[in-house]
């Protein structure tokens, strides 16, 4: 294996260990997030953009290379058979044939999975923030929700007041009484809009968690295609230097 197609394995390789270690769900996308947010990483951040598109372009370039010779070395192996070339050179020729779909495979298979590695970076960021913003919403909420007891404490006390006041004096009070009443529907109307806010982070950070079990079902998919691919090509080469 030369030294370009044995980088481009070591990166597969790589990509399927970080892959893995995204995966596990004993790391929470919050201590991604913090782990995101190390200095050295908002550095590399701004050349991420331009690192990602040139690696996407390497990889393009060498997995069409990896089609041509394919193509290439299946066009001269039918030509030789039919010109009852020689064992030797049927033998050179198919191995370079397997070489260059070994080539083949890595090159699109590390391709593929440098999309779902940046597309899996991307969900657990979103779905980091989408937490954060659900704890701040629960937090403000409870404060509401105390506020309001307050309130309505402080308005059943009144109104406990002013049944022992005097005619004369209830009138100060019932207005008193009336300001805390639409206070208190304030606060009402206030708990209801930031409870509706809270349900619908909800329903998007299950609908994130979703679209995250699929990319992880498809990656294991993906994994099982890639090593039958593979057990039948080792498989292929076997049998024909047998």
Known sequence: MTFQWTAVATFLYAEIAILLLLCLPVISPLRWQKIFMISIWNKIANYWNKAFL????????LFLDAVREVRKYSNVQLSEKTTN?????????????????RNLYISGFSLFLWL????TIS?????????????????EVANINDVAKKSLEENENLQRFLKRKKSGDGEEFFDINKKLKE?????????????????????????????????????DNLTEEHKKLQGCADEEHYKKYQ
Do not use: G, P, W
């Open 54 to 61: 040139a690696i996407i372009i390497l990889l393009i370039v």
């Open 85 to 101: 070339a020689n064992t030797s050179a049927l033998e050179h020729i198919q191995m370079k044939l397997f070489r260059s779909q």
């Open 116 to 119: 779902v590695l940046r597309r």
């Open 123 to 139: 969900l657990i960021t979103l779905l980091a923030k989408e937490m954060r913003t659900q704890e701040t919403q629960q937090m």
């Open 183 to 219: 206070e208190v529907e304030k606060l009402k109307a206030e708990l209801n809009k930031n409870s509706n806010a809270l349900n619908k982070t909800r329903n998007e950070i299950t609908a994130v968690k979703k679209q995250c079990e699929d990319l992880k079902k498809e990656y």
